[in-house]
């Protein structure tokens, strides 16, 4: 059950795993060319604010790790991944449940947070009136992201393992969010999924998911110290803040909820209150009582003598 | 006196009358035989003697004086040429006594009759002589006997016996033998001599004074003064009556009339002097003392004006009076105890010491000198003397506490406490009701508690207090019995002793005080606030309102009114006792509150008075630190720094001080591990402390026991190990069948091995009282049975029933539910919960 997938901003740790970057003094690098991926399909909602973003980023890594970085903004899915099958990609700031589908060959560095917030909820939109339940065998636009993994993230993630997307819906995949609205707008699908911060206005919101990861930096090559290490002096590059740590296992917790699903809800136990300490039990209750003062000087007696 | 000597009858009458009987009774045979041996010269002697002695006689009734010296002459020349040669004879010696008496020669009697006498003991006719002639002597302890011998035969001719035994009596104080002897005249006496009976009244009446009966006394006088013109001597005599009575005024006015009346009359003077003298008026006593000594200087005028130059202070000239009276009458008794304490009186104590030392060697062996004596020695220091001098006055009237009370003073003066308490005790057994001997006696007993709580032994000073406290219901020895009642820690007898003193007249502040100890020592700290309280008001005194101020904190102590005893213990005031209560309490009370609230569960508050008793320090108390070491251990645990927990439980427990019980450590430990989850060392621990179960612990062992399962089967059931989960909740329920916790999580159990119906069953028959039944009613519906606005409608319960940790994860289930399935709230109880129709 705490496997579910509740990731709480955790400012405080972000913060603190920041001066650790400070501290850390960045050793230099060799001067081979390294190349940034930014593929950001759900994230950025504008191809123009992903071209940018990448580039103002491989500016400020270069200048933070001492080599050039060029720069690669990817709009669809499968770019993005021929690229990174060919080993062109050094490091990438891709999608959280994107960089799930990486596996083992992309190692999470940091969060790259907006707002201040490292998630971010999803919104299931769409024109009509009902619930997510009355959907049912309609097609849910779904933003192409991690290939096999995508009706998984759908299932377990977003949906918490109440409900199949495959079996309710028929998912069609498009390349980005503003191919998903397009869809709705077009008539293609019922109904899309789209991060709550892109959900257009004039439609309705028929489910909001619980939070879950966004922008996410990943290292495809080498060990991810040296990167890291150079993050501190790299600073916020908009739209995004400054990347933070990823605290603990959360990144791997996320990976697990997104492959495996949440596990099953199983009874809980109720708790007894913790017993407590009962002084008499363990202390003689004398030894506790009032100290007396010593009544001696009123035994005191008078220096009168009988006589006769 | 001369007119009751009894004529003296010559005994040898008796003799031969009984010889002549004895011849007429005799056989005839053998008075036939019987010839009577030839007279001897001395027996020839003898009887002339008696033919003269008759002759004395005669003359001397006839009143020819002359005539009858000459013939008891020649009777004593005549019985003393007849005892030369017959020493032996009683007849002669008896008739030798009767001629020496008469002739006032009472040494030759003595000398004379004493031998024979010794030979002849219980001879009437040799005793009679011989007691009048030791008394004539003033040979009283020889003569006494003698004609006490001879009273008791009864004779009339010894009528004068039982005068002068009374007027000895009289002179020895002893009214009851003189009344006796009194009376018996009264009946002996012949008609002839029925005229002077007025003055036996007269006597009587002294008699019956001495016995301190005044109406006997009053009866006696008044017979006395009955047809005759009004009497002196019977008049004083009813003054005196009046007097004993307490009619002093009565007295007064009586002896003012007689000392107008009879100027002459010494008497009524001295009486009425001292009567001003005790009254205290002494311008009025000197006046009569003055008057007194003109009319004659008598021993009893010297002996009244220097009582009345003492009490004008003026020893010297007191000194000078009593001299006077010694000069008058040398070996007057009073008179040498009134020099003794003139001397006295100026410091000169070895000079008085000397002085009664003189008297007493020279035979004036009486009881008030001896008594005088021994106290001017102790008054000089001369304790061992004074103690010596006193035995003496307690073989002399043993049935008297005089001596016994003097020997006590003795005692008491040197603090020999024991002896002093046997003394005034010894007292108090021939006069149950001496006043003095009480007090004393109390007195010395406190003296002696006193000493006996200083080397620890309050057991015994309770017991002389207890004795003293009975002779005297005061309130000083009501607190000094209470306060060794409380210091030997017998609180519930101290409290009996002192709920009664507050109640005594010139009861304190202090007696409110031991009260409220006495009361908080047996328990009752309501009844001892109230105690502590009333003694505050008693007092003014800043000091005393501190000391009644820190006993009522230590009784809000214990009524739970810790915070108010802190704030006061904390601010004791200006009395250094106040200071030592607080500094004596004030760790131990707020080890107390550290423990108490780490019973409440709040080891932060429990830290910080732990901090305060660090910072006061324990002073020499190392039970009170460890004490202190052992709630800092438990609220480590409490806290999670279980590390840090068993080693302060075991510095404070090695080796096990005074308040712990034998298995205290076993079972701090077994809770420490318990808080840890260590649930098997924890239980092994328990199992060992429960072999021999303290007073009070056998219910909390057995609520360690019930969690140890009940951690158990949770540990057990997290770890998906279901069977093992299930044996500890049974276990935990058989020992409490009604608690619905355990009865709920064996339910979860079960709902994992497959049981869902038995458990949906009991989680809805417990949902009332365990919240948790609700939540795992929601799981239920939407895990197993898919049915999401049931798993909604339970989570809904769960989450309105406050239920805490779960409360943020349970409220996504159920928001994800109702946003997925579009159910709304059903109450409407929750508008903020997103749905459907819900745009951003």
């Known amino acids: ?308 | 006196m001369n007119r009751m000597r009894p004529s003296s009858r010559p005994p040898r009458r008796v003799s031969t009358a009984l010889v002549l009987l004895a011849s007429l009774a005799g056989p005839p045979t053998a008075l036939a035989q019987f010839r009577p041996p030839p007279a001897t010269e001395a027996q020839r002697q003898s009887e002339q003697g008696e033919q003269a002695l008759v002759s004395a006689n005669a003359a001397a009734a006839k009143g020819d004086k002359k005539e009858a010296e000459e013939k008891f002459r020649r009777a004593l020349q005549l019985f003393e040429q007849a005892l030369a040669q017959e020493p032996q004879s009683v007849a002669t010696a008896a008739g030798l006594g009767s001629a020496a008496n008469a002739l006032q020669d009472f040494q030759r009697t003595a000398a004379r009759l004493q031998p024979l006498y010794t030979q002849n003991p219980g001879e009437l006719s040799l005793a009679y002589p011989l007691g009048t002639a030791y008394f004539k002597l003033r040979r009283f302890n020889e003569a006494v006997p003698l004609l006490e011998q001879v009273a008791a035969a009864d004779q009339p001719d010894h009528l004068i016996v039982h005068y002068y035994l009374a007027s000895y009596y009289l002179y020895a104080q002893d009214g009851n033998k003189a009344v006796t002897r009194l009376q018996r005249y009264l009946v002996l006496r012949p008609e002839k001599l029925a005229g002077n009976d007025f003055q036996i009244h007269e006597l009587l009446g002294k008699a019956h004074l001495l016995r301190r009966d005044a109406p006997a006394a009053r009866a006696a006088f008044e017979k006395s003064q009955a047809g005759r013109a009004e009497s002196a001597p019977a008049q004083i005599g009813l003054a005196a009556v009046l007097e004993m009575e307490g009619r002093v005024p009565e007295s007064r006015a009586l002896l003012e009339r007689l000392v107008t009346k009879f100027p002459q009359v010494a008497e009524p003077k001295e009486r009425l002097a001292r009567l001003y003298l005790s009254a205290g008026d002494v311008p009025r006593a000197e006046a009569q003392a003055l008057a007194l000594v003109k009319l004659g200087g008598t021993p009893a005028s010297h002996l009244l004006l220097g009582d009345v130059r003492l009490a004008q202070k003026q020893p010297a000239q007191a000194e000078a009076e009593f001299r006077k009276v010694l000069e008058l009458q040398p070996g007057l008794l009073m008179g040498q105890i009134a020099v003794g304490k003139a001397l006295q009186a100026q410091a000169r104590h070895e000079e008085a010491i000397q002085f009664l030392e003189t008297a007493v060697k020279s035979g004036g062996g009486s009881l008030e000198l001896w008594a005088t004596l021994g106290s001017v020695n102790r008054r000089a220091g001369r304790f061992q003397r004074a103690v010596e001098v006193h035995r003496r006055v307690v073989e002399m009237a043993p049935r008297q506490a005089l001596g016994w009370m003097l020997l006590g003073a003795d005692h008491f003066a040197t603090g020999q406490w024991d002896q002093a308490i046997e003394d005034y005790g010894s007292a108090l057994q021939v006069e149950p009701n001496h006043p003095g001997a009480k007090q004393w006696l109390a007195r010395a007993l406190a003296h002696r508690a006193r000493d006996r709580a200083g080397t620890q032994r309050l057991d015994d000073a309770a017991r002389d207090l207890r004795r003293a406290y009975d002779l005297d219901r005061s309130v000083p020895m009501a607190r000094r019995l209470g306060a060794v009642l409380l210091d030997s820690r017998q609180y519930a007898e101290a409290r009996k002793v002192m709920e009664g003193a507050v109640t005594l007249q010139g009861a304190t502040w202090r007696e409110h005080l031991l009260l409220g100890y006495a009361r908080l020592g047996s328990g009752d700290a309501q009844a001892a606030l109230a105690a502590f309280t009333q003694s505050g008001e008693a007092t003014q005194e800043p000091d005393q309102r501190a000391e009644a101020s820190a006993g009522a904190a230590l009784a809000e102590v214990e009524l739970g009114q810790v915070d108010a005893a802190v704030q006061r213990l904390s601010d004791a005031g200006p009395s250094k006792s106040a200071s030592k209560v607080a500094e004596a309490n004030l760790p131990r009370v707020l080890v107390r509150r550290a423990l108490a609230k780490l019973e409440a569960g709040d080891p932060a508050a429990a830290n910080r008075d732990l901090d305060a008793v660090d910072r006061l320090g324990t002073g020499k108390r190392a039970d009170l630190a460890k004490l202190a070491t052992f709630a800092r251990a438990l609220t480590r645990a409490e806290e999670g720094k279980f590390a840090e927990a068993t080693s302060g439980l075991k510095r404070a427990l090695t080796p096990v001080p005074d308040w712990a019980w034998s298995n205290t450590r076993a079972l701090s430990d077994a809770w420490v591990l318990y808080r840890q989850g260590k649930v098997a060392p924890s239980r092994k621990l328990l199992t060992t402390a429960q072999k021999k179960p303290m007073p009070g612990q056998p219910r909390w062992m057995g609520a360690l026991t019930g969690a140890l399962l009940r951690r158990e089967a949770a540990l057990a059931y997290a770890s998906g190990n279901m069977k093992a989960s299930e044996k500890a909740l049974k276990a935990a329920l058989a020992a409490t069948p009604e608690d619905a916790v355990v009865q709920h999580n064996l339910a979860c159990v079960d709902w994992r091995q497959g049981d869902t119906s038995g458990a949906v069953a009991t989680w809805k028959r417990l949902e009332p009282s365990v919240a948790v039944a609700a939540l795992n009613l929601g799981i239920d519906a939407q895990e197993r049975r898919h049915e999401p606005a049931e798993a909604v409608e339970a989570w809904r319960r769960y989450l309105a029933s406050g239920a805490g940790l779960r409360a943020a994860q349970v409220r996504e289930w159920k928001d994800r539910l109702q946003g997925l399935y579009g159910l709304g709230d059903a109450s409407g109880a929750n508008p903020a919960g997103v749905t459907a129709e819900e745009t951003p």
């Open chain 1, 1 to 308: 059950m705490k496997k579910t997938p509740t990731f709480v901003a955790r400012c405080g740790l972000a913060l603190f795993a920041a001066v650790l970057f400070l501290v850390a003094s960045p050793a230099s690098a060799a001067p081979k060319k390294a190349t940034l991926g930014v593929f950001l399909a759900t994230t950025l909602s504008d191809g123009q604010e992903r071209f940018q973003y990448a580039e103002a980023l491989a500016q400020k890594l270069e200048a933070s790790l001492g080599r050039p970085v060029a720069a690669r903004s990817f709009g669809r899915y499968e770019d993005f991944s021929k690229a990174v099958g060919e080993g062109l990609i050094d490091f990438a700031v891709v999608d959280a449940w994107a960089a799930v589908q990486l596996g083992a060959k992309a190692e999470p560095v940091a969060y790259a947070p907006r707002a201040g917030e490292t998630q971010q909820r999803w919104a299931i939109i769409s024109t009509q009136k009902g619930s997510v339940k009355d959907l049912a065998g309609k097609r849910l636009a779904v933003v192409k992201g991690a290939g096999p993994a995508d009706p998984k993230f759908v299932s377990h993630v977003v949906l918490g393992g109440d409900l199949d997307a495959q079996k309710h819906f028929k998912l069609v995949p498009v390349p980005n969010v503003e191919s998903a609205v397009k869809m709705l707008e077009a008539r293609g699908a019922e109904a899309a999924l789209v991060p709550v911060a892109h959900a257009p206005k004039d439609l309705r919101v028929l489910f909001r998911s619980g939070k879950v990861p966004g922008a996410v930096l990943v290292e495809l090559k080498g060990s991810g110290n040296s990167l890291s290490q150079s993050l501190s002096a790299v600073g916020a590059v908009a739209p995004f803040d400054a990347f933070t740590a990823i605290p603990g296992r959360e990144f791997e917790d996320f990976r697990k909820l997104v492959t495996q699903g949440p596990p099953r809800r199983q009874p809980v136990l109720a708790d007894a209150p913790d017993l407590r300490v009962e002084t008499p039990v363990l202390v003689q209750s004398e030894s506790l009582g009032p100290a007396l003062p010593p009544f001696t000087d009123d035994l005191a007696v008078t220096s009168e003598q009988p006589d006769d």
